[in-house]
């Protein structure tokens, strides 16, 4: 059972436009949420995260919104890249201990 | 050192060989992570060590050990692989428990 699921598997974004990579969870347990990025046969690097007491993060050009009511998170890259492209995953984990559920991926294609 | 390394990068096994992979952190985090991804999907946790203990097994072969020699570095013991456990092996690393992970550049295994 998915318990975080990102619904676009991908998303093609014009140079300088903002992206928005979508991410929902099922756990109403769940209060730590964080996005990474994913180069193709390299280990995911971690962009940015959010806990459940907070609705919004912004670092640089990436923003993190929760909607804890609609159980959904959203990151914002403004203005996209062309290194940006790449695979966007989302976790979650709760007060259950160490474990992160991943969402399935999103691959980000901004265009030049 | 604000990393995690993972060595080898790559590895090419039969079936019948015993290989090892390997991973290391010296940023004083207490929990390590070995994960298996395959290609277009999220990571999938395989072992979880807290404190140098092995806290979560998600039902993994026997065919893969884990091993915590200290706090710094972790292995994954293989023997007797399959063809489909050929993928990526990330190794992550957390301050603690429920914490940032933060992953390596992966081992990709190919399984003849």
């Known amino acids: 059972d998915q318990q975080v699921k990102q619904n676009s598997p991908s998303l093609s974004v014009q140079e300088g436009r903002i992206s928005i990579l979508n991410c929902d969870y099922t756990?109403?347990?769940?209060?730590?949420f964080l996005w990474y990025k994913k180069y193709p046969a390299e280990g995911p690097t971690f962009l940015i995260s959010?806990?459940?007491?907070?609705d919004k993060n912004e670092d640089g050009r990436f923003t993190v919104f929760l909607n804890k009511s609609a159980k959904h998170l959203s990151l914002h890259i403004v203005p996209s890249q062309p290194g940006d492209s790449a695979v966007y995953f989302c976790a979650a984990s709760g007060n259950t201990g160490n474990q992160f559920y991943f969402g399935t991926g999103t691959s980000l294609t901004v265009i030049p | 050192d604000t990393e995690v390394t993972q060595t080898p990068k790559h590895l090419v096994m039969g079936m019948t060989n015993k290989k090892s992979l390997k991973c290391e952190q010296h940023?004083?985090?207490?929990?390590m992570y070995w994960y298996k991804q395959k290609a277009k999907k999220p990571p999938e946790l395989m072992f979880v060590y807290s404190y140098e203990k092995l806290s979560i097994n998600e039902s993994v072969p026997s065919r893969f050990s884990p091993e915590c020699p200290n706090s710094s570095l972790l292995n994954l013991h293989l023997h007797a692989l399959q063809p489909e456990d050929s993928a990526l092996y990330l190794c992550?690393?957390?301050?603690?428990?429920?914490?940032?992970?933060?992953f390596g550049p992966g081992t990709r295994l190919l399984v003849l």
């Open positions: 756990n109403s347990m769940f209060d730590y």
């Open positions: 959010i806990s459940s007491i907070k």
């Open positions: 940023m004083g985090h207490r929990a």
């Open positions: 992550a690393s957390s301050p603690g428990d429920s914490e940032t992970q933060y």
